[in-house]
């Protein structure tokens, strides 16, 4: 609680001891009109302060002229007849009351995020190249830096492990409570913390530039893009207010002068004055004008809880109404890591063509050669590589404990005079390999497909999602096996970056005039053109492209598709608490409104249509802030494919 919710909520407390207080001393007159005027002042003076500030700025219409203009009018009657004071404080003192729930309803999804954004780190460990350590502000550190980062630490740049292995606690970018392990060659983001291990690290990007530093300006500009929502009720109140004014000094004056003139009865003014102050305070749209708002940040920050990056609440409410979900294949659903799938050797074990491979790729830095060291740990056992050859576009060529082993596509192996034998068993890239002027074998090669997202595909679809596709550059060949694994719908291969934004341009006019949108999700450099054009753009954030994380309208910090379907549940269930504050906002006014111009409804009835219907928007805003994951594991786990 911040120290001006402190001092509203003392101020609240101690307006209302003063007004029980003052019900059972024997005061009347002007006595008593001065303790009640004081009361009043204690509860409200703000709430005058600001009317008067609308006023003298000319934009007086607003919440605090209704709420002054009312408390004001019912503290004149009651004056005037010596009656109750009450109800004209506990107008000011309820709406009060409303206004610290609201404030604090926001300062805590406020502090929700700013625990959760809490990444960017005061301080960077620069190793002087003397085995010293000098502690200066990181953004400072020039890229190709070494850093150290000692356990309990957070990491202040995007870099290399270059040495040591440690857990890091990813929770702050990813959402995801599981330590996330790594070792020397693996690559680390800014905001996550060591837990055990020393690291050493060479950093890749500046300060600026990092991930933690991005997530954070993220955020900031998250609340000034608002939603259709948002900007309909900024409007509304705009127009909605004076209206409000104008229709209550007609309820305070027609009626008595119609009874006056035309029907020469009693004008009965106080009757008519009270009716008003009562429209007055039903009216007050604050229930819309601070729940609609604050569910949608309540919403961003709970997107967030889970590891997704909303760049605004325009984007939440369009994701909701999402149905066609377009996917980058590579890096998206895939890993975009090359991984061994299969060893189909001649004559050797697998284990033996593995060796021999590995060792001929010892020196290649091709992402093929680093999948074949992975698969052969064991590389490094003090066999003699001598003679090493890259052979562009094609592959390798080195000499292994005196044997000439080749390892290349199929060009290699025409080029060397060797028949090689094409795979039929798996999909992927065929690396074949000859020793001492003989057919091998071959090793395949292939991107491994994400673990969640056959999962996700499945979560999407019952989220109501109609029809999931799958772009990619890659064949037919390569493409095919990973859209049937996954149960993608339609898939289109071999395709360059025009052609994949004239794919989605073609959905998108499908779609023209229907009301489901389209969603693309990528990853890469080429994919910014598509997520830009796309209803909402989704980019992986761990390790995807700068420019597509630029150009997409939602962020996934670990990479996992399967937060798509996590955001868009919290999407809609942010817009129908959105919906469900409008109706009932609304319809509550709307019947106090009916009753109290016909007598029926009390300034108590008006001060619950006010304040108690913001106090509960409010709290049903809160809402959006929590979602739970796991039921919609559990509905896609027992989801067909």
Known sequence: MTKTQKKNLFRILLSAALLILLSFLPLSGGPRFLAYFAVYLIAGYDILQEMWEGIWKREPFDESLLMGIASLGALALAAYEDGDYTEAIAVVLFFQVGEWFESYAVGKSRRDISALMDIRPDYANLDDGNGGLTRVAPDTVAVGSVIVVQPGERIPLDGIVMDGASSLDTVALTGESLPREVRAGDAVLSGCINTNGLLRIRTTKAFGESTASKILALTQQASERKSRSEAFITRFARVY????????????????????????????????????????????????????????????????????????????????????????????????????????????????????????????????????????????????????????????????????????????????????????????????????????????????????????????????????????????????????????????????????????????????????????????????????????????????????????????????????????????????????????????????????????????????????????ASCNAVRAMFFRESSLREAAASAKP
């Open 241 to 616: 207010t004076p209206i409000v004014v104008y229709a209550a000094v007609a309820l305070a004056l027609l009626p008595p002068l119609v009874r006056l003139f035309l029907l020469g009865e009693a004008p009965l003014w106080g009757t008519w004055i009270y009716r008003a102050l009562l429209f007055l305070i039903v009216s007050c749209p604050c229930a819309l004008v601070i729940s609609i708002p604050l569910s949608f940040f309540a919403g961003i920050g709970g997107a967030s809880r889970h590891g997704v990056l909303v760049k605004g609440s325009n984007y939440l409410e369009t994701l909701a109404d999402v149905d066609t979900v377009v996917f980058d294949k590579t890096g998206t659903l895939t890993q975009g890591k090359f991984a061994v799938a299969a060893v189909h050797p001649s004559e050797l074990s697998p284990q033996d063509l593995l060796h021999i491979a590995a060792h001929a790729e010892r020196f290649s830095h091709h992402p093929i050669a680093e999948s074949l060291r992975e698969a052969y740990p064991d590389e490094a056992d003090g066999c003699e590589v001598t003679d090493v050859e890259e052979i562009a576009g094609k592959g390798v060529r080195a000499r292994v404990n005196g044997k000439v082993i080749y390892a290349g596509n199929d060009r290699l192996m025409a080029d060397i005079g060797i028949a090689s034998q094409p795979c039929r068993r798996s999909v992927g890239t065929t690396v074949h390999i000859a020793c001492d002027g003989a057919y091998a074998g071959h090793v395949v090669i292939s991107d491994v497909v994400k673990p969640h997202a056959a999962a996700a595909i499945r979560a999407l679809r019952r989220n109501g999602v109609r029809e999931t596709v799958m772009l990619t550059g890659d064949s037919r060949r390569v493409a095919e096996p990973v859209a049937r694994e996954l149960g993608i719908d339609t898939f289109c291969s071999e395709l360059l970056p025009a052609d994949k934004v004239a794919k989605v341009e073609a959905l998108l006019a499908q779609k023209a005039g229907g009301r489901g949108k389209l969603a693309f999700v990528g990853d890469g450099i080429n994919d910014a053109p598509v997520l830009s054009r796309a209803d909402v753009g989704i980019a992986m954030g761990a390790m995807g492209s700068d420019a597509a994380i630029e150009a997409a309208d939602i962020v996934l910090m670990d990479d996992d598709p399967w937060k798509i379907s996590v955001a868009q549940r919290i999407a809609r269930k942010t817009l129908c608490i959105v919906r469900e504050n409008i109706v009932a906002s609304i319809g509550i006014k709307a019947a106090i409104l009916v009753l109290g111009a016909f007598g029926l409804a009390s300034m108590w009835a008006a001060i619950f249509a006010d304040t108690g219907v913001l106090i509960l």
